[in-house]
């Protein structure tokens, strides 16, 4: 009798005819709305305006006990269905033997709405993945993992399967993002609400496509609790090759310095801008290279000018050959060149200065009949804080490469605070154009 009136679902015990012996709080709050009387005496004819066929049913039934039906939806009529009353009650009716029946009812009216917006986002979403063929989407979990696969995945980038739980970098080309860019994307989306790039993905056959790529937080993503695989981003990439083809000239001009191809000045000092602001978030080392062809004056008044671009472009080569795709190589002007190496420390960039020095020193440039052999200079430097900026690390770096020049040129030379101190090293103009 107890549970009767504690259970937290309706319960009606009936008579065969459906005259009620007990009925708890819960089934009378549920019931009385719809009785024509305004009283609960009969429960089949509380129910009769919304399930007519109740009582026969029950009689029809042709077991002596059992379950006549389970988790019926009786959907209230209109004139019932006051916004915030229940719309929907699931009815299961049990015959306990030949002269009684119990009655179990829930108002599943939430859950019947939750279900249908679920079916339809489903809807939605299948949609989008098998008939929009440029886009793929994916989720991402908080290490930037993939958590799941789909049609759209392999239509857009040839994935199968086993790219679950990879992080959504395989989308990239070797050497195009690092760790530690992959989670700055992820905190970008956290305090921006999104995060896009645009740049070279990769393809599973290893060919590459122009991709923009936007990764948004999921809504409701805190229900997941601490489960580090539960997906918490939602990954968008979209195949742009065509807008790109028709937007790249633009961009050429705007951001690629016209004889090597490689980043200007402007291009530089923006990726610089963007790596000083992940440095400032997550603190990190950020390494500068300066570059500059010595005795290039002598080249030029020797071979003539059209021979010094051609060395030039043979440094640029060099130069985006040597360093990874997620570094910045740029000609700031002239005969020299920077290079921005992100989340790397001093020795790793000078070993990468001293192997770009050492593979020049191999190179022979022909020009008119001639073959132009020539060398350059480093400066290198590392940003620890982000205090004193680009600015800052430019002038160490220069510092640093008037010092190379001084012990001889075709060598590498380290910034350290003594060079900062000798104040006799010329001071250059480093504005973004
Ligand atoms: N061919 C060519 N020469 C350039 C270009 N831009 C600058 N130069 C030349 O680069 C030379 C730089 O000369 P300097 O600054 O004296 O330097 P350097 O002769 O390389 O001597 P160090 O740097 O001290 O080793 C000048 O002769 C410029 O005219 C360019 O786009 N093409």
Redesign the pocket.
């Known amino acids: 009798m107890q549970f009767l009136y504690l259970a937290p679902v309706g319960l009606v015990q009936a008579g065969i005819d459906g005259e009620i012996v007990m009925i708890n709080p819960i089934s009378a709050q549920l019931l009385m709305p719809l009785s024509p009387d305004g009283s609960l005496t009969n429960l089949f004819t509380a129910l009769e305006s919304v399930a007519p066929d109740l009582r026969l049913q029950c009689a029809q039934y042709p077991k002596a006990n059992g379950m006549v039906f389970e988790g019926e939806h009786i959907h209230l009529r209109a004139d019932d269905s006051i916004r915030g009353t229940p719309q929907i009650l699931s009815l299961t009716l049990l015959k306990l033997d030949a002269a009684r029946v119990m009655a179990v009812i829930q108002d599943v009216t939430a859950e019947v709405r939750r279900e249908r917006q679920l079916r339809q986002s489903d809807a939605w979403l299948n949609a989008i993945l098998t008939r929009i063929s440029d886009y793929a989407l994916a989720a991402v979990d908080r290490a930037g993992r993939l958590c799941d696969w789909n049609e759209s995945i392999a239509r857009v980038t040839g994935f199968g399967e086993h790219i679950v739980g990879s992080p959504y970098s395989i989308f990239y080309p070797p050497d195009a993002m690092t760790g530690e860019h992959l989670l700055d994307r992820l905190r970008e989306a956290d305090t921006n609400g999104w995060s896009m790039d645009e740049g070279l993905r990769l393809r599973a056959d290893g060919s590459q496509f122009w991709c923009s790529a936007l990764i948004a937080p999921l809504p409701d993503r805190e229900a997941f609790g601490d489960d580090p695989a539960a997906p918490r981003y939602c990954l968008i990439l979209r195949d742009i090759s065509d807008k790109r083809a028709a937007t790249e000239k633009r961009r050429q001009a705007a951001f690629c310095d016209h004889?090597t191809s490689l980043a200007n000045r402007r291009a530089f000092f923006e990726a610089a801008e963007l790596e000083l602001d992940r440095a400032a978030h997550t603190p990190r080392s950020l390494a500068l290279i300066v570059f500059?062809?010595?005795?290039?004056?002598?080249i030029?008044d020797r071979y003539g000018?059209?021979?010094?671009?051609r060395?030039?472009c043979d440094l640029a080569n060099v130069l985006r050959d040597t360093f990874r795709a997620v570094d910045t190589v740029a000609r700031l002007?002239?005969?020299e060149f920077a290079v921005l190496l992100p989340s790397t420390g001093i020795e790793q960039a000078l070993a990468g200065a001293e192997r770009l020095r050492a593979l020049v020193a191999t190179r022979l440039v022909a020009a008119d009949g001639a073959e132009i052999a020539y060398t350059v200079?480093a400066g290198v430097a590392i940003l620890d804080g982000t205090a004193g900026g680009i600015d800052l690390l430019i002038k160490r770096a220069d510092e640093a490469l008037y010092q190379a020049?001084a012990q001889g040129?075709n060598r590498v030379a380290p910034w350290t605070p003594e060079l900062t101190l000798h104040e006799n090293t010329p001071q250059r103009s480093r504005n973004a154009d």
């Open positions: 004889l500059d062809a010595d005795h290039f004056k002598h030029n000018h059209p021979a010094g671009d060395v030039l002007g002239g005969e200079s020049k040129r």
